[in-house]
């Protein structure tokens, strides 16, 4: 079955600190994967994009990391700042059904000052 | 540029009664896509629009009808509602077609109660 699992499901850690989410997928056939970010009562926005070929992709202090072996992509945030605090979310695209996407169901993140 | 909007930003039904989300997105984008969010869950496809004049179902389609009205609007009906489709509803566009990765985009959401 196409699943997208992500931990932990919950996080908070003091502003400043760095952090690790993690995504498990066994979605086949793989075509990418995307790290959303929902800020609370809004819509999700596309953090970034990773491809088959690609392991790595930084936007700003957002770096996200892809291993299509082991089926895992994790998104580490550094010197995490207040307004990071939101939900973040895994969202795998099969191949071959552009429409029909597979979510995670998100890790809630809150940044303390 | 709007983005994509969405119509009513809350809305409170009784069972039974019937309502319609409309969506609008002013990126020229040929797909539109209408999805639910329930907490713990990830976001489920309802409907989707691959393009003007098609619209197919999604993961779950059940009590819900959509019209794709031009190639901006996409609306959601709900013509009985029930306690179960109580959630907060997105809607989405992308390019669609054969646009590599075809990022969506997603309005702000109609938080829905049913009681």
């Known amino acids: 079955k196409n699943q997208v699992e992500q931990s932990p499901q919950s996080l908070i850690i003091l502003e400043g600190k760095n952090c690790t989410l993690q995504c498990n997928y066994t979605v086949s056939p793989f075509s990418n994967l995307r790290w959303y970010k929902q800020d609370t009562g809004r819509g999700p926005v596309s953090l970034t994009i990773m491809t088959f070929s690609e392991n790595t992709k930084s936007n700003g202090r957002y770096t996200a990391t892809l291993d299509a072996d082991t089926k895992q992509s994790s998104l580490h945030i550094t010197a995490s700042q207040l307004s990071d605090s939101a939900s973040y979310i895994c969202v795998v695209n099969r191949r071959g059904s552009n429409y029909q996407l597979i979510w995670g169901a998100g890790t809630k993140l809150i940044i303390k000052p | 540029n709007a983005g994509v909007t969405q119509t009513p930003k809350f809305q409170v039904l009784k069972t039974g009664q019937s309502m319609t989300l409309q969506c609008a997105q002013d990126?020229?984008?040929?797909?539109m896509y209408w999805y639910r969010q329930d907490p713990g869950m990830g976001l489920r496809l309802i409907y989707y629009?691959?393009?003007?004049?098609?619209?197919d179902k999604g993961e779950v389609p059940n009590g819900y009808n959509v019209s794709r009205l031009n190639k901006r609007e996409f609306s959601l009906r709900l013509e009985s509602a029930a306690p179960s489709q109580t959630s907060v509803y997105f809607c989405?566009?992308?390019?669609?077609?054969?646009?590599?990765?075809?990022?969506?985009?997603f309005g702000p959401g109609t938080r829905l109660t049913v009681l």
């Open positions: 990126m020229n984008h040929n797909s």
């Open positions: 989405a566009s992308s390019e669609g077609g054969n646009a590599p990765y075809n990022e969506q985009f």
């Open positions: 629009s691959a393009s003007e004049g098609t619209t």
